[in-house]
């Protein structure tokens, strides 16, 4: 490895690593992707709303409101290449006064300014017809109809794979710590590896202040901010099929309630600043606060329903805008960060204006003809019929063995995720990519088996297995 | 194993059990303590024992057993598809009885606060880990809920060199059995902490410690009373859950209260033909009464089998003062004597039940303490059931 | 001596008075002759059935689950613990197996079949 020169290195594996890294694929870039965890989509990118945004927030002529428009239908093509879920469903923006609903007078106009035309604003019966459960509060609801819903993580590990399967390098707990620059960048880890490039990506997500820091660059101010979700049952999944937004007051820009591509649903985020990225904690004023303010839009949610909660940590800064472009402070190290909401739904306009800016500094981008952008489905077997899986069966004995009950999910398939790129190397790792522990129990059940499954893909023993990393061992030794 | 047995008993000889697992026994064979079998073998035995006696009673009977196949779906016309390493199979049933037992609630299902570092076991994941597997989960213990996995778990870490630091319990009572109070906490000095939970989780990678606190009577936390205790492991074992997704699929009608599906005396479902027993019908605190109860499914899947059940002259069963359910929730007034399972609300002294039908008192039933932790019988005589004019309900008076 | 006592025998955990009056040992509060004799132990030498595992050598992570044939002495829990620690079967194992014998006055056997 480190007597390797790659053209670019990507640092960060989340979700605008991994869609940049894709891109860089596409002209046949030889690149590398650096990521401090031992798997990719460990920050903002794994604990996120998983909303497609319409376009209608970001205020215009922001790189936001451009990269957003531009971005939607953008993802949803990239994400059915790479065969991710992401369902069309559309948003519902209520408000509960007057007030309010002036507000969305103010939205309809900022979208139709950023140019997005797929807006219309219903009054609250005409919201309830489409939604059964609203609240009879809602007077008015902005409707969104080009929004709609995307697993985010799923979305980084099918980027981060597909741009691996074209010949993208992974390196986890590649933590970076120095970057040299000698006409070429020389990137040190905490452990002391390097690795050589022409071109640095920051992609760090809530570190790309730290990052740009070790080139000298001090201008990116990241404030992190922690939202806290609350996970429900699929038996809530039907709750409502548009994803409801309140309009933003004074106290935070409220509380969605919203079904995941998956069948569940996810209510959230909190806001508040943190003081480290690494503050993921959940707290009961959060959880307290996530429960009261769905209700107020969906009343009849049933919070007994919830399997789990968790925090996602955003990378805002006072700007309010993306950060994307070569550093002033060092020459071809491009910054692409306080990329926060609506991130996700930038992601592949972000990457393709990521490549004009490379373009710009002199990175030669041709199309490469060995590019191949389909990922193959890793849930091909659950979307077979009994009579395609039983053949399938016959030849691959594994799939024929449940070992998720709550999601379904066999050993084959949880071998496969431990297998293809970027493979899967702990507990939550075979989580992401299959659901397996995602249900009722949590994993429950079959974390031990899940756990012999990876000591053997991988080789080593059940003492080394982790939950996510690190020192997050899950048994100690043998008895 | 112990339904197939009694149907097979009953002169229905073509039955099949079909099982997740590799080995039948179900959770039994990671409950490696003693105390099983008392009230129905006559003899104390540890749970792979008891599963090793049902095991060789179905081996005599020849009965099929699908092991390693996991069950896809039940049909309301009783096709049962299943997977499993060789494909996919369907069988058509005359008689289904789902057996599925229970799982354990999660950390998510309490939303406690906090990080999500690993070393947070449900109390049943920990013990298949120790008792099947041969590993250690931790050294330095602390345990949410005091049912009897709890304690059973304290005492088995306590065996294993572990320290258990305490054993926290959010109700003013345990959920467990006294004797495994006494056997799995006291012996090993153990502190038991009632009206305490925890209230937060430390630790970005491995659990470094758990913030306990006392709660008021709404069971919300007192701030003042919370206290730091470092640790690497917390097991959970904060209830049970039936597990019925394959009922809910054949839709099936459920009881809220007992999470299971809603059945008469024969524990058939409102699904003719589908029987529901032990606990994927009602969480038990004894594995006596989980065999009871799947014999009495066996036998009436046998009976429907033969077409001798006409489900006629059913009444509901319904839980009045101080019970918080009964099973069956049907009775037939015409049958034979039937026992009656309920659980109580709260925890009780010397309590008296009736059980009436209208002002018609059917029986009575005195009973020196009742715990909502432990499950009550309650015996209608048939000649006393035949003249229930209408609903029965069950009602506990304090005396 | 008097002492109130929580019958472990079965899962009905009797509330027992145990009265000692030099050698004599009164019982009250059992439902059954078991509860009685468990009264009169507990107060003069307290025992329990010890449950663990032993590590099956020619199986890959499989664990055999054992017990005492008959209960031991309670302060002996810790030795008992120490020497099935030491132990390991070969497969196959059935359940009743001696795996170990007269550790602190029982046999530890076997409670599950390993094929």
Known sequence: MSNVKYTVAVIGGGVIGGMISRELTRYGVKIVILEKGNDVALGASKANSGIVHGGYDPEPNTLKAKLNTLGVEKLFKAASELNVPIKRNGSLVCAFSEEEKAHLDLLYKRGFENGITALEIIDGDKARELEENLSESVVAALWVKNAGIVCP??????????????????????????????????????????????????????????????????????????????????????????????????????????????????????????????????????????????????????????????????????????????????????????????????????????????????????????????????????????????????????????????????????????????????????????????????????????????????????EQVTKNGGGSYIVTEKL | MAAAVAAFDSGITDVVIIDR??????????????????????????????????????????????????????TPDKVVTATNTSGILKLQAKAVILAMGCRERSRGALNIPGTRPSGVFSAGCAQKLINCEGYSVGKRVVILGSGDIGLIMARRMSLEGAKVEAVCEIMPYSGGLTRNIVQCLEDYGIPLYLSTTVAEIHGNERLTGVTIAEVDDRRQVKPETKRYIPCDTLLLSVGLIPENELTRG??????????????????????????????????????????????????????????????????????????????????????????????????FGKVKFTVKSGDNVIATAIKLRATPGEMEKITLKADKLRTANGDIRVDLEEM | MERNLTCILCPRGCTLNVTVDGDNVFVTGNSCPRGRYYGEEEVVAPKRTVTSIVRVSNRDDVMVSVKTETPVAKADIFTVMEEIRKASVTAPVRVGDVILTDVCGSNIIATKNID
């Open chain 1, 153 to 462: 993580y799923e979305l980084t590990v099918a980027s981060i794979g597909n741009a691996m399967d074209n010949g993208a390098e992974l390196i986890t707990d590649f933590e970076v710590v120095g970057i040299n620059k000698d006409g070429v960048f020389e990137i040190v880890s905490a452990d002391g590896r390097k690795v050589f490039a022409d071109y640095v990506v920051n992609c760090a997500g809530a570190y790309s202040g730290k990052i740009a820091s070790l080139v000298g660059d001090d201008s990116i101010e990241i404030i992190p901010r922690a939202g806290e979700y609350l996970l429900l049952d699929k038996a809530e999944g039907g709750r409502v099929k548009h994803t409801i937004f309140q309009v933003p007051t004074k106290d935070g820009k409220g509380i969605l309630v919203s079904p995941t591509v998956d069948g569940n649903l996810l209510t959230g985020p909190t806001a508040s600043v943190v003081a480290s990225p690494d503050n993921k904690e959940t707290t009961a004023d959060g959880m307290n606060k996530v429960n009261t303010l769905a209700l107020k839009s969906v009343p009849t949610v049933n919070f007994r329903n919830v399997i789990t909660s968790f925090t996602g940590v955003r990378a805002s800064n006072k700007g309010g805008d993306f950060v994307i472009g070569e550093s002033a402070a060092c020459k071809n190290f491009i910054n692409v960060a306080a990329i926060d909401s609506p991130g996700l739904t930038c992601c592949v306009s972000i990457a393709e204006y990521v490549m004009d800016v490379l373009k710009g500094v002199g990175l030669k981008l041709e199309l490469s003809a060995d590019f191949n952008g389909t990922r193959n489905d890793p849930h091909f077997f659950r979307k077979m019929n009994d009579d395609e899986k039983n053949d399938f069966i016959k030849s691959n004995p594994t799939y024929g063995r449940i070992v998720c009950r709550c999601e379904g999910i066999s050993e084959g398939e949880m071998r496969y995720a431990v297998k293809t790129n970027p493979p899967a190397s702990d507990l939550d790792g075979v989580k992401r990519r299959t659901r397996a522990g995602m249900g009722r129990c949590q994993g429950g059940f079959c974390s031990p088996t899940v756990m012999k499954l990876i000591a053997e893909e991988r080789g080593i023993g059940k």
């Open chain 2, 21 to 74: 697992e590799k080995e039948v026994g179900g959770i039994l064979r990671q409950c490696i303590h003693n105390g099983f079998g008392l009230h129905k073998l006559g003899r104390e035995l540890t749970g792979p024992e008891y599963a090793n006696h049902y095991k060789l009673e179905v081996e005599k009977r020849g009965i099929t057993v699908y092991a390693d196949t996991t069950v896809l779906s039940v």
């Open chain 2, 250 to 347: 054949a839709g099936i009608g459920m009881d809220p209260i007992t999470g299971g599906a809603v059945v008469d005396e024969n524990r058939m479902t409102d699904v003719s033909g589908i029987f529901a027993c032990g606990n994927v019908l009602q969480v038990h605190d004894l594995v006596d009464y989980v065999s009871d109860e799947a014999e009495i499914a066996g036998k009436g899947a046998a009976s429907y089998v033969k077409g001798l059940d006409k489900a006629e002259n059913r009444v509901k069963a319904v839980a009045g003062n101080g019970v918080r359910y009964v099973l069956p929730q049907r009775v037939n007034t015409r049958g034979g004597d039937t026992d009656i399972f309920l659980r109580v609300t709260a925890p």
